[in-house]
């Protein structure tokens, strides 16, 4: 079964400072999504990362993926209060008929 | 274009009714995904629909659960004689090609009194 595990949970940053949030997996997969969630909002893409060693970026997040290791980070540079939300990695596993296994998610609260 | 939309947005009944829920996809998005989130729980995954059939229903937590795809299009989510623990905010999402990512609606909250 396929479990994925995201750390910090809960991520409190100081405006202007880099962080990363980490997102392992426990099988086989080419497919890791990076979501957004704002409080009382539905889910919105940031990321797809399809290869090993992919490396996405949008403004102050970057994403890569390491697949031998099984392990995306999503690196936040110069953390902005917009910023703050609860991000989500979410792992496809090759036999699974596309559906998405979630991380639990990191709640991140920029502070001036 | 429209994005995913969920009806209603939010249902509150009580204990032993039972509730629909409606996702119309994205237009021309033949993959379909329910799914619900609740705080004890995080994110899972419920049934998965290719055009109408249905190929993963292995999320669905009981068989008070149930759900349908009609041409091609909207899905009906049904819980029957709801309970209090199937209380959350059920998404739905739907995707193009299969490397895309998901595109999801704002969700039905769900209240069970």
């Known amino acids: 079964e396929l479990k994925v595990e995201q750390n910090p949970l809960f991520l409190s940053m100081q405006e202007g400072k880099n962080y990363t949030i980490y997102c392992n997996y426990s099988t086989t997969s080419d497919r890791l999504y990076w979501y957004r969630q704002d409080p009382g909002k539905s889910l919105e893409s940031l990321f797809v990362?399809?290869?090993?060693?992919a490396v996405k970026q949008e403004g102050r997040l970057m994403a890569s993926l390491d697949t031998k290791a099984r392990l995306s980070t999503l690196h936040i540079t110069a953390a902005v209060h917009d910023l703050s939300a609860t991000y989500f990695c979410?792992?496809?596993?090759?036999?699974?008929?596309?559906?998405?296994?979630f991380g639990a998610g990191t709640q991140v609260v920029v502070t001036p | 274009g429209a994005g995913v939309s969920q009806s209603p947005s939010n249902k509150v009944t009580e204990k032993g009714k039972d509730v629909e829920l409606r996702c119309d996809p994205i237009?021309?998005?033949?993959?379909l995904y329910w799914y619900r989130q609740s705080l004890g729980q995080g994110l899972e995954f419920l049934i998965y629909f290719q055009g109408n059939s249905a190929p993963d229903k292995s999320g669905l937590p009981s068989d008070r659960f149930s759900a349908e795809r009609t041409g091609g299009s909207v899905s009906t989510l049904t819980i029957q004689r709801t309970q209090q623990e199937d209380s959350a905010v059920y998404l739905c999402?739907?995707?193009?090609?299969?490397?895309?990512?998901?595109?999801f609606g704002d969700g039905t909250r769900l209240s069970i009194l």
């Open positions: 979410a792992v496809i596993s090759t036999d699974s008929w596309g559906k998405l296994q």
């Open positions: 237009s021309g998005h033949t993959a």
């Open positions: 999402a739907s995707r193009d090609r299969s490397n895309q990512p998901q595109h």
């Open positions: 990362l399809l290869s090993n060693g």
